[in-house]
């Protein structure tokens, strides 16, 4: 979600999974982010509904689709949000128990990130209340909801 940030992103994230001690897989994104290492996997684009279950912790924009992907999967957020909604979401995240305190991107250093996601990874509570969200989330049909709510009959 920042173009043309691919470089300093892939320098950020290299020294944050360098404090965490843990392994991390990257995906460049509209950024091009570029992070290399003996811990560190760069992939292209993997659904998130594929990768995110298979992860401790998940560091994203807070978008909404993306804020959906993570809650579903059941692991804390680090958020990191750069515009438009993203605050909004990264915020939700944090106040529902899920996630570490959001990261504005324009405040975003190692240190906060590796810290952050330390945070995750480490805090029971975070862990249990994402799993507890998780089995909310994909038990509920939000569609046949809204669907009953506005007066649509859909056969199937």
């Known amino acids: 979600m ?3 940030q691919g470089e300093r992103l892939g320098e950020l994230v290299m020294a944050a999974v360098a404090r965490t001690g843990m392994r991390a ?3 460049a994104g509209w950024a091009g982010l570029g992070a290399v290492g003996d811990d560190i996997l760069a992939i292209g684009d993997l ?3 594929w990768l995110f279950p298979r992860t401790a912790a998940v560091v994203h924009h807070a978008g909404a689709g993306t ?3 993570g809650l579903s999967a059941g ?3 680090v958020p990191v949000p750069v515009m438009a909604d993203q605050p909004f979401w990264a915020a939700r995240l944090h106040q529902l128990g899920v996630a570490a305190r959001p990261l504005p991107f324009h405040e975003l250093t190692a ?3 590796g810290a952050a996601i330390t945070a995750c990874v480490t805090e029971p509570a975070l862990r ?3 799993a507890e969200l998780a089995r909310r989330v994909t038990a509920e049909d939000g569609a046949a909801a809204v669907l009953a709510r506005v007066g ?3 056969d199937g």
């Open 75 to 77: 692991v804390p957020a």
């Open 2 to 4: 920042a173009p043309g």
């Open 25 to 27: 897989v990257v995906q």
């Open 152 to 154: 649509v009959v859909c």
């Open 67 to 69: 804020t959906a992907a």
């Open 47 to 49: 659904p998130h509904d």
């Open 111 to 113: 240190e906060a990130l």
């Open 128 to 130: 249990q209340r994402a």
